[in-house]
């Protein structure tokens, strides 16, 4: 079976591909082009994609009768994938669950404390030799220990978040989420509307999954509806806020800070995101780390043995 695996990954991942497999790995760090997802769906047996690789409905359509039988994605967020289409192309669809939750919920926390007290700032005020020592009301931030968190999306990474901040920082919890959730692991209210969250929380982190349900599910309303005292964090994916409804609210002062690890047309950020001060950004470091990584692709992998043999896959979306 021909193999095509669209970005570099951990050695230990590449080491453990069963020898059933042909491989072919795409040395380039940028996404796949229009081009280079015809052909994968052209000429390979089996694709180990991730984020930015656009197997949309388009891409279906241009190809009539793929070869490709599975799209084992690195990465538990899959929007970039039109899960329908491709089974409608009789193409079956996998992610990695379960290995990036902890640290995601981790990225959330540093994106909280960092945001809260103004750690982004601070660093670049130190690196361009402009403090002048310390004094009592300098650089006054959010102290989150016994503060209110809101969290949107109380799946695996919501409830690891709620655990973490409210056993670690004495945090109480609300949340809102499409369905009812019974146990979310720590004393928790959930909310039946997004904007009784967004009014009562003091950070609020969001944690939904990616696609079009949830496209601009932090819009101007949601935004208006914060204390001018709360920060916003965002680890789902980035088109989940709207970006200019943001920027409009952080210069205007409706809301104190943002932390980001994902944006809306990323790697592009808005030059006016970055002017800000009251802003932390990250390159994507949700789950950057050897081990989570090294672990989505072993789940990766333990995917594609299955379809070799036949078996049941591990992680179907």
């Given amino acids: 079976m021909k193999l095509l695996i669209t970005r570099r990954l951990p050695d230990p991942v590449l080491d453990a591909l069963p020898p059933e497999f042909d491989v072919t790995l795409r040395d380039d760090t940028r996404p796949l082009s229009r081009d280079e997802i015809h052909a994968a769906l052209r000429d390979y047996d089996c694709?180990?994609?991730?984020?930015?690789?656009?197997?949309?409905?388009a891409a279906f359509?241009?190809?009539?009768?793929?070869?490709?039988?599975?799209?084992a994605n690195f990465g538990v967020g899959y929007n970039h994938i039109d899960v329908a289409a491709a089974k409608a192309a009789g193409i079956a669809v996998t992610n990695t669950?379960?290995?990036?939750t902890d640290a995601t919920a981790d990225i959330a926390m540093t994106l909280m404390l960092m945001s809260a007290r103004r750690a982004a700032e601070g660093d670049r005020l130190v690196r361009a030799g402009r403090w002048r020592g310390w004094y009592p009301t300098e650089m006054l931030g959010v102290h989150i220990t016994g503060k209110t968190l809101g969290i949107v999306g109380m799946g695996r990474i919501g409830q690891a978040i709620a655990k973490r901040a409210h056993h670690g920082f004495g945090m109480g919890v609300v949340?809102?989420?499409?369905?009812?959730?019974?146990?979310?692991?720590?004393?928790?209210?959930q909310?039946?509307?997004?904007?009784?969250?967004?009014?009562?929380?003091d950070v609020v982190v969001i944690a939904?999954?990616?696609?079009?349900?949830?496209?601009h599910l932090i819009d101007a309303a949601a935004l208006l509806a914060m204390k001018p005292t709360a920060h916003l964090v965002n680890i789902s994916r980035g088109d989940v806020i709207d970006e200019q409804a943001l920027i409009a609210a952080l210069q205007s002062g409706k809301i104190?800070?943002?932390?980001?690890?994902?944006?809306e047309h990323e790697p592009d950020v808005p030059q006016a995101l970055r002017d800000l001060d009251c802003v932390t950004l990250l390159p994507h470091l949700g789950t950057a780390a050897l081990e989570v990584r090294t672990a989505m692709g072993m789940l990766a992998v333990e995917n594609l043995k299955a379809f070799a043999r036949g078996a049941p896959l591990s992680t179907p979306v």
Avoid: C, H, I
């Avoid at 359509?61 to 799209?71: G, I, S």
């Avoid at 949340?175 to 209210?189: E, H, K, L, M, Y």
């Avoid at 939904?208 to 496209?215: D, E, H, L």
């Fill in 191 to 201: 909310l039946a509307t997004l904007a009784e969250v967004m009014a009562v929380a």
């Fill in 47 to 57: 694709v180990l994609p991730t984020l930015g690789d656009a197997f949309d409905a």
């Fill in 175 to 189: 949340f809102f989420n499409r369905s009812q959730v019974t146990d979310p692991g720590v004393p928790a209210r």
């Fill in 208 to 215: 939904v999954p990616g696609g079009a349900g949830t496209r």
């Fill in 61 to 71: 359509a241009a190809v009539k009768a793929p070869r490709a039988k599975l799209l």
């Fill in 97 to 100: 669950p379960g290995a990036v």
């Fill in 256 to 263: 104190a800070g943002a932390g980001l690890d994902v944006y």
